[in-house]
DNA sequence: TTCATAAATTCATACATAGGCATATCTCCT
DNA sequence: AGGAGATATGCCTATGTATGAATTTATGAA
């Protein structure tokens, strides 16, 4: 029941719904998801630690940098809830719209995306 | 992605998850509702509002006395949530309690309920 | 090794939202 | 009209979201 809530409540915040559908199909560093959500940089380390403590996505560090992806637990709980927000959003509009997003995102590299983010996007 | 929302955000407090295994085999009475999670009517009629707008549940006026029980509805979204709640939570120790609790209270009529919480359940 | 820099996280804080209760209001029955 | 159950309102407290500043961690240069 615990660790249900704990999944619930993860996914009770859009940002975070948006940032676990974007990481379905591949992996993304921080900053890629900071440029994806809009969000300041601790905003979003905080949503990410969220979706980790529920065991949703998992981290990984190369370097200075950190990437996240989805979990791979086989934990039942954690697989459900992960295919029930999929199958829910798969076609939603909002997220195709996303993907979108991501494609462009994707596409600079991550030293130019970074470096972007203190030129106030200039 | 609204609808979805207002559905995580209806599942992301632990009160209204029991409520909604509660009704998953049987309708409930609100005060029988009042009774099982122990908290103030007003509280309660707030919580099922909001399972209500997420329209997981539904309401059924009978009389004086207001029954709620698991939506009928055959939206997807819908059926989904409520499917990847119960499958989660089905052997969910908490819950297995509650049903203990609910067999209680099933027992009491409702209008013995009823009257025991102004005599401050005495 | 030491220092400087960059990315990410943690901390401190402001603001908004949500849960809880008491009381007022509404609806329905008699 | 009177009385009962249920809901709406107003208030308080707690939790959650967002940000900038400080801290941590890792890289690369001196």
Redesign the pocket.
Known sequence: MYEFMNIT?AL??E??IRALMALRKREL???QI?EFL?????????????LRQARLIE?R????????SLSSSRRPEVRKAINWVIASLENDEKIIKDEKLLSKIMKCN??DL??R??NKRG
């Open positions: 409540r009770s915040d940002n975070r560093c921080v900053c900071i809009g969000l300041a940089p601790s905003t979003v380390s905080k949503h990410m630690s969220i981290g560090k190369e370097g200075v940098w950190m990437h996240y991550l030293e970074c470096r983010k203190k």
